[in-house]
Antibody, heavy 131, light 107 residues
Framework: QVQLQESGPGLVKPSQTLSLTCSVS??????????WNWIRQVPGKGLEWLGY???????FYHPSLTSRLRISLDTSKNQFSLRLTSVTAADTAVYYC???????????????????????WGQGALVTVSS | DIQMTQSPSSLSASVGDRVTITCQAS??????LNWYQQKPGKAPKLLIY???KLATGVPSRFSGSGSGTHFTFTISSLQPEDIGTYYC?????????FGGGTKVQIK
């Protein structure tokens, strides 16, 4: 079955760029019908969805992060990556990658594809922003 | 933005008890709602999708119901391995959002 694994530095200095990679095994990242997502969780707090990249390269980001966040695909390595610029202590969190299933929803009478549920998830990577 | 409000934020119940968690959406999300379980120190795991469908391999003691703005998640008979935090998540909008979580403990 598909498995995901995050990797990257565990410590980033304030104002620098946080970079993480999610390696996907057991399936191709270019398989149609899947969204590849990043979610984070401040220790002891709830879940915050950050954004996705679709298998065709289309992206969508949390509105509060559009100026700082980029998600990209590396099809040759079957990976996708997150880059978050100008980090502060507020970006300290466990970062998860997850596969999102595409579903069809009805919106104003039209049937459209949409990111549905997240399954499976990677084990998570703690990133601390500190000098 | 769609706000998801879960209640209670925490609960303590005995083994074998029926446990119910509610999730209220700030607007009609049809049945575009999922439930996840997060055990301590682990990643979340999908339990229920589209409000009431059981994910593969998930025990039948877990169930979900609801539509519109009000949703319910139930554990019919609480087991020791069910301790953790449960989250609802909506997908009516492109931007996914989660409820604040319900921490379930054994009394």
């Amino acid at each position: 079955q598909v498995q995901l694994q995050e990797s990257g530095p565990g410590l980033v200095k304030p104002s620098q760029t946080l970079s993480l990679t999610c390696s996907v095994s057991g399936g191709s990242i270019t398989s149609g019908g899947y969204y590849w997502n990043w979610i984070r969780q401040v220790p002891g707090k709830g879940l915050e969805w950050l954004g996705y990249i679709y298998y065709d390269g289309d992206t969508f980001y949390h509105p509060s992060l559009t100026s700082r966040l980029r998600i990209s695909l590396d099809t040759s390595k079957n990976q996708f990556s997150l880059r978050l610029t100008s980090v502060t202590a507020a970006d300290t969190a466990v970062y998860y990658c997850a596969r999102g299933v595409s579903v069809s929803i009805t919106l104003f009478g039209d049937v459209i594809p949409r990111l549905g549920w997240l399954d499976p998830w990677g084990q998570g990577a703690l990133v601390t922003v500190s000098s | 933005d769609i706000q998801m409000t879960q209640s209670p934020s925490s609960l303590s119940a005995s083994v074998g008890d029926r446990v119910t968690i509610t999730c209220q959406a700030s607007q009609d999300i049809t049945n575009y709602l999922n439930w996840y379980q997060q055990k301590p120190g682990k990643a979340p795991k999908l339990l229920i999708y589209t409000a009431s469908k059981l994910a593969t391999g998930v025990p039948s003691r877990f169930s979900g119901s609801g539509s519109g703005t009000h949703f319910t998640f139930t554990i019919s008979s609480l087991q020791p391995e069910d301790i953790g935090t449960y989250y609802c998540q909506q997908y009516d909008m492109l931007r996914l959002s989660f409820g604040g979580g319900t921490k379930v403990q054994i009394k």
